[in-house]
């Protein structure tokens, strides 16, 4: 099989077998590697055009009651410098984000127990009343499927829940026992059919990460279906016990952004904040290989900082009108544009 029949074939059954995976993320054949990012390019441009989506990221609290070995907020790194928005403070976010041009806000935190379920439902639903013609995401962690259901029936439309990975040898590895890769998996099912628009994702090299794992992560995305797929570097965070772990490396992440949008072709795929933090023009990279989403950060600068999933995170010092702008700009220079509007799947 040639390259381009293999990339071809890849495409048409929206599949890919395990010697193909191993190929792809190994070859150094450049004119395969520039195949398959031209065929994801054009499969998004079928789709979307050349409209790149933004979302508002707002990290609304680093407190965390989990200890995912990876993760700079996890509930064990004591360096970690703890903050929470209040709800005036969010409101403020999503205003500011408004008068920018946003129309879908995603509200990220670790799993704060501070903010309970009527915290959580009080606050999107004066978001939903404020912003009607907005989508609220939400990125907050494991819950029960009544817990969703109540978000959901607060106004909440989108749901991003990385599965981080989908062996559980390896999702061991990364978390502590009291974890469980099924849960996680189940929290998806269940997100999917109360009704939320699903994110599920991975890091890209974190420890313990194969080309078996990746695959089981590929197949695991053909059965779930979701309408966005979040994958990144994984960066060491040096206060984590993986601090000493080699960070993923930018060119596994754009092939494997090609090859989710081959096997997924409406993925809404977001080119990311990790992806632009090891490499200057990895978030335009992103893009030239398939990509469609970026997330312009809006939290308050004052934060931006102390939300330290990893190491050496850009755009920290940036107001979000100087964020949204230098995105724009960024996206125009590789000839896209930047959309206004929710940007829901197609
Ligand atoms: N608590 C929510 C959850 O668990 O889904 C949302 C916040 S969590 C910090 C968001 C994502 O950050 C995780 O799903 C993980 O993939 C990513 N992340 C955490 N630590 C990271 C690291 N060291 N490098 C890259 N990504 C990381
Ligand atoms: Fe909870 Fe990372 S350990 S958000």
Redesign the pocket.
């Known amino acids: 099989q040639t390259a381009r029949e293999m990339i071809q074939e890849i495409k048409c059954r929206r599949d890919i077998s395990i010697e193909q995976l191993e190929y792809l993320l190994t070859t150094e054949n450049k004119d395969c590697l520039e195949m398959l990012r031209e065929e994801a390019v054009q499969t998004a441009q079928k789709i979307y055009g050349n409209q790149v989506f933004i979302r508002g990221l707002i990290e609304f609290t680093n407190y965390?009651?989990?200890?995912?070995y990876y993760?700079?907020?996890?509930?064990s790194n004591h360096c970690a410098d703890r903050y929470r928005l209040t709800k005036e403070e969010i409101l403020s976010c999503t205003d500011t984000g408004y008068k920018l041009g946003f129309r879908t806000f995603v509200l990220q935190?670790?799993?704060d127990p501070y903010f309970t379920d009527e915290r959580i439902c009080e606050l999107v639903s004066e978001i939903r009343q404020k912003h009607p013609d907005c989508a609220i995401t939400l990125s907050i962690?494991e819950k029960s499927k009544e817990s969703y259901q109540r978000y959901f029936d607060a106004g909440a439309d989108r749901y991003l829940l990385r599965h981080e990975t989908a062996n559980g040898t390896h999702y061991r590895r990364l978390h502590p026992d009291e974890l469980s890769l099924e849960h996680r998996k189940q929290c998806l099912w269940d997100l999917k059919e109360i009704g939320y628009q699903v994110g599920c994702g991975f890091m890209v090299g974190s420890p313990g990460q194969t080309t078996e794992t990746l695959y089981e992560d590929l197949q695991f995305i053909r059965k779930l279906m979701p309408h966005m797929v979040g994958i990144g570097p994984f960066i060491p965070q040096k206060d984590t016990p993986f601090a000493r772990e080699p960070a993923g490396t930018m060119e596994q992440t754009l092939r494997l952004l090609s090859i989710i949008r081959l096997i997924h072709p409406h993925v809404l795929l977001p080119a990311t904040t990790a992806l632009g933090t090891i490499h200057p023009k990895g978030r335009e990279l992103g893009i030239q290989s398939g990509a469609n989403v970026v997330m312009p950060n809006l939290s308050p600068v004052d934060v931006r900082d102390k939300y330290k999933?990893y190491d050496n995170k850009i755009c920290t010092g940036d107001e979000a009108a100087e964020c949204r702008f230098c995105m724009e700009n960024r996206m125009k220079s590789i000839g896209y544009q930047v959309v206004v509007s929710r940007g829901d799947y197609i």
Request: aromatic share 0%; charged share 35%.
């Open positions: 965390c009651k989990n200890d995912c993760c700079g907020i996890r509930r935190g670790g799993e962690g999933l």
